[in-house]
């Protein structure tokens, strides 16, 4: 059973302007659909069932490019995302994804993967859409 997915999108801008946008939680309401707000410590999620408040740790580091997120439920299980912003010459980059599976038990894993694998692919293209605007 497939537990993650890997996407990317080309971005037509420098690899430190997506590091810079990417890398503050405020902006993932911005360009994802998961989060209703976000800041350095909490953020509130967007479920089926309504938002659910959330701790969140970014761990972002420039000199690597790279853009990781835990997300801790109520319940205490645990979420992560990872990220990476890889210069693509001097005005353009690539910034590519790691969706883990989400925190859901096993029968309903395909199916919620399946899911997240879609909606990644629409916010990979907003947040390019955003960065080029």
């Known amino acids: 059973m497939k537990t993650h997915d890997v996407q990317s999108v080309s971005i037509g801008k420098p690899a430190r302007t997506v590091f810079d946008f990417v890398s503050n939680p405020a902006n993932l309401p911005v360009w994802t659909n998961a989060f209703k707000s976000a800041d350095a410590g909490t953020a509130e999620l967007v479920t ?47 910034y590519s994804f790691v969706l883990m599976a989400p925190p859901v ?14 909606i990644l692919a629409g916010e990979l293209a907003e947040l390019k859409r955003r960065l080029e605007a």
């Open 48 to 94: 089926p069932n309504g938002a659910v408040p959330i701790r969140l740790e970014t761990s972002a580091y420039g000199e690597q490019g790279t853009v990781d997120w835990k997300m801790t439920f109520p319940d205490g299980s645990v979420g992560t995302a990872f990220s990476r912003i890889t210069p693509d010459g001097e005005d353009k980059s690539i």
């Open 105 to 118: 038990p096993l029968e309903a894993l395909e199916g919620a993967l399946k899911e997240q694998m879609t």
